[in-house]
Structures are given as structure tokens and as C-alpha cells.
């Protein structure tokens, strides 16, 4: 600590920072962390959590309807929006006081105000009692990412991500641009909740990057929902009519008129004011800041991780990056992170879960693979008369028997694949799989009952 104001000065308040900063605090280091907006970030504060929470409210629509095959006579629900506000705000403080709760005991000084490099060994925090400087032994920089808007015409009337939360009033008429994982789960959240969403994606299918079956299956499903999905198209232009709705023009030369229009077209590293040139600190092309297996950048004493690296952009993957350094600086230096299972779910109606390899991927990688696959109606929608159905497959290397990528998209996928992540970390076997009971009637026994590879 010699010369030096603390062990580990973090910047950004998120769960990659917060986790940084507590376990090193554990560890005996002098540890400040610099947040100037709500603790836990995205995923606590405009992210996840409150988009898990509105999931859950916008899954009952659907609930209230399939409880008649089931013999329930229910009076018509009426949605209340400005509860399902309220409610989710007092979570929300709850969960920071939490996380403020989890710093305070663990000793971490907690300053609120903006912090910035003025150099690679000098962080300014302005505060609302002015500015003050530190000289910190090792700097984390954790500060997520941010929506990204693209610049044209009328660009001023769009919401991103964000602020979609405390909308006011409940938009009647949504259009969501974008078809990653964001849109689509917002497109199926205001769906569920009783807005008319138009969903637009300039691409030839949504949720670039997934195994293309899930894919169509994924757009079949949400169509089936009542989201009007339109595919190959863009917004060209939005004008505010004088009765305060927007006509959107498109590529096509179609219009939509609407209440509220989402862009979800993608996040980039939050690094605007971070000052990390004066640091000399290297950044991609797109503005992340480049680090090496340790999460070192190019000052040594400077470190990042989570979303502001663009590695991999998930809340659990910052968790296990921030531990990696808090081991690196105060432990003993031997914990690492393997990007290659890790499992991940996307909160549609219904849910994607997914571990591994796409089968596109796989057949790249591997050469001959087997693929197993079954789809059908849970026994839940033979009385319901709901029409969702279900879709499950696995990606198996025909050399070693090994599965290499599970995919689901059904009710609860995210909950299901968890536990089946666990088995392909440990090098489950297609026979493994078969040699497993399955759990009967359920929709997880599914992936230990298949038994026949499509042909082909």
C-alpha cells in the first residue's frame, strides 16, 4: 500500500464491479468503488431482473385463458400497469440497498460521483461536493454497456431498452426494431400484456448466432403469440403527428403507425468520459477495452471486465471474470473461466435455453455429428387448448459420443438446461444421456428419451 490510496479503486457499480470489490474487501484489500447511478447496473436496474419480473406478468394473460380446459371459471382479468410499476420499482430499491448492504459489511468504501482516468495511475471522481483524486495500487473497470441508437430521421422519438420499464401511458401500438435477444423478449413481454407489437429485423431471421432451427422455431412461436414479426425490413423514418403517435416508414415502403417504438438493435462499452486514452489504454474498433486471459489491459495495472470488454455480455460470465481478477491480485493467481459451455436462456414466450454448440457450429467443428431432435404439444396444452408447442434438440459428435449442444425452446427452457449444462461440463455421453431416467410426465425428460437421430 506504500504511496499508494488503496489496493483496488473499481469503477462501475454493477455485478461484475460489486462482486470485484467485495471479494477482495474480503481478502484484506483496501478496496473504493466509484458508482454515480443506482447499484447493480444493467441486470439489477433496467436489465434482467425487471425484465424477468415483467415476464412473469405478461405469462398470466396466457395462464388466466388455459385455467378454463383445467375447469376454473375466472371473472376477465384487468391488467393494472402502474402496480406492476410500482411494484417492481419498490423491488428494485430493495436489491440496491442490498447490494449497498454487501459492500458496507464487507468494508468497501463506496464514492458516488463520476470517476476518470487523468492518467494510467490517477483516477478524478467528481462528486457533488466537487472533485478529489486517488492513486490506486490496481483500477478494475466494470461499466457494462449501453444502448446504441442508429442515427436518421426522427432517431429523437425512439426508447431504447432502458426505458422501457416506467412507459407512460401503456403503449396501445408497439414496434420493436431489432431481432436479438432483447427485442424479441421485449416484442413477447408487451404482447403478453395486451399491447399490438410489430417486431422488425432487417435480417432474414431473428436471434443471430442461435442454432438456425431454434431460430425459425422461435418465430414460428412468436407469431403464433400475436407478435407480427416482419423480416428484411428497416426504419427509414419516424414523424410525431399532431396527435402524438409516430408514423414509422420502412425500407418496403409500408407504414406503421404506433405508440411507442423500441430500438434494440445492440449495445456497445459504456466508456464514453472514462478518459482511457489518457491512461493508454488500448480499445477495439467498437470501443472495448482489450484485455488478455487475466483481464489485464494494456497497462498492467489496469484491468476490465464484463460487457465493457465485449467478450461475452452476460451477467453470470462478469461474476466469474471478476473473480479471476480478485484471485489474480490477492489469491493465488490459479482460477480461470472457459467461455466453451456456457449455458444461456433468452426470456421469450415460451423461453429458449441453450448450452454448447449450434449444429451449424458443430458440423464446422466436428466434422460427422448426430442430431437428435423432438417437437410436440406439452401435456399442459392438451387440456389448455393452447397451441404452443415445444422443441428440443440435441447436437451429439458422432467420433466421441459426446453432446456438444442442447437446445430448447419451451416453458421454463432456462430452468431445464441448467441442470443439463452441469452434465455436459463433465463430458456427458449421448449414452450417459440414455442410460438416465427420466422424470415422467415432465417436459425435461425429453432430452434422456430421444432415441432415433434425423435422418440426414
Known amino acids: 500500500m506504500s504511496g499508494f490510496d488503496c489496493d483496488l479503486f473499481v469503477i462501475g457499480g454493477g455485478s461484475g464491479g460489486v462482486r470485484a470489490a467485495r471479494m477482495a474487501a474480503e481478502r484484506g484489500a483496501k478496496v473504493l468503488l466509484a458508482e454515480a447511478a443506482a447499484l447493480g447496473g444493467t441486470c439489477v436496474n433496467v436489465g434482467c431482473i425487471p425484465k424477468k419480473l415483467y415476464s412473469y406478468a405478461a405469462h398470466f394473460a396466457q395462464d388466466f385463458q388455459d385455467a378454463a380446459g383445467f375447469g376454473w371459471d375466472l371473472e376477465p382479468p384487468r391488467f393494472d400497469w402502474q402496480r406492476l410499476k410500482a411494484n417492481r ?124 432451427e431454434i431460430r425459425a422455431f422461435l418465430a414460428q412461436e412468436t407469431r403464433r403469440q400475436g407478435v407480427e414479426l416482419r423480416l428484411g425490413v428497416e426504419v427509414t423514418r419516424i414523424i410525431r403527428n399532431k396527435g402524438e403517435d409516430l408514423q414509422v416508414r420502412l425500407t418496403d415502403g409500408s407504414e406503421l403507425a404506433a405508440d411507442t417504438v423500441l430500438f434494440a438493435t445492440g449495445r456497445v462499452p459504456n466508456v464514453a468520459g472514462l478518459g482511457l ?29 464484463g460487457d465493457v470488454t465485449a467478450r461475452l455480455q452476460l451477467t453470470p460470465v462478469a461474476l466469474a471474470e471478476a473473480m479471476v481478477v480478485v484471485d489474480q491480485l490477492f489469491g493465488s493467481g490459479e482460477r480461470s473461466i472457459d467461455y466453451e459451455l456456457v449455458p444461456t436462456a433468452v426470456f421469450t414466450h415460451p423461453n429458449i435455453g441453450t448450452v454448447g454448440l ?25 387440456l389448455s387448448g393452447h397451441g404452443e408447442r415445444t422443441l428440443m434438440k440435441l447436437v451429439v459428435d458422432a467420433a466421441s459420443d459426446r453432446v456438444v449442444g442442447l437446445h430448447m425452446v419451451g416453458p421454463d427452457a432456462g430452468e431445464i438446461v441448467q441442470g443439463f449444462a452441469v452434465a455436459m461440463r463433465a463430458g456427458a455421453t449421448k449414452a450417459v444421456f440414455d442410460s438416465t431416467i427420466g422424470i415422467h410426465p415432465t417436459v425435461a425428460e425429453e432430452f434422456v428419451t430421444m432415441r432415433q437421430p434425423v435422418p440426414g
Open 89 to 212: 420499482a419498490r423491488e428494485i430499491t430493495r436489491l440496491n440497498g442490498v447490494y449497498g448492504q454487501l459492500l458496507s459489511s464487507a468494508g468497501v468504501e463506496v464514492l458516488r460521483g463520476w470517476a476518470s482516468f487523468r492518467d494510467a495511475q490517477t483516477i478524478q471522481v467528481q462528486t457533488t461536493e466537487g472533485k478529489r483524486l486517488f492513486r490506486p495500487a490496481h483500477v478494475l473497470v466494470a461499466t457494462g454497456g449501453t444502448p446504441t441508437v442508429p442515427d436518421f430521421p426522427g432517431r429523437e422519438h425512439v426508447l431504447t431498452s432502458d426505458s422501457m420499464f416506467d412507459l407512460e401511458p401503456f403503449p396501445r401500438r408497439l414496434v420493436v426494431a431489432g431481432g436479438g435477444y432483447i427485442a424479441c423478449e421485449f416484442a413477447s413481454i408487451f404482447r403478453g400484456l395486451g399491447a399490438e407489437v410489430t417486431q422488425l429485423h432487417r435480417g432474414d431471421q431473428v436471434l443471430r448466432g442461435f442454432d438456425e
Open 277 to 305: 486514452e489518457a491512461a493508454g489504454v488500448k480499445q477495439s474498433a467498437a470501443g472495448a477495452i482489450e484485455v488478455d486471459d487475466r483481464f489485464r489491459t494494456s497497462v498492467p495495472t489496469i484491468l476490465a471486465v
Open 358 to 382: 449450434t449444429e451449424e457450429q458443430a458440423r464446422k467443428r466436428h466434422g460427422g455429428v448426430r442430431i437428435f431432435r423432438s417437437e410436440f404439444k406439452a401435456l399442459k396444452h392438451t
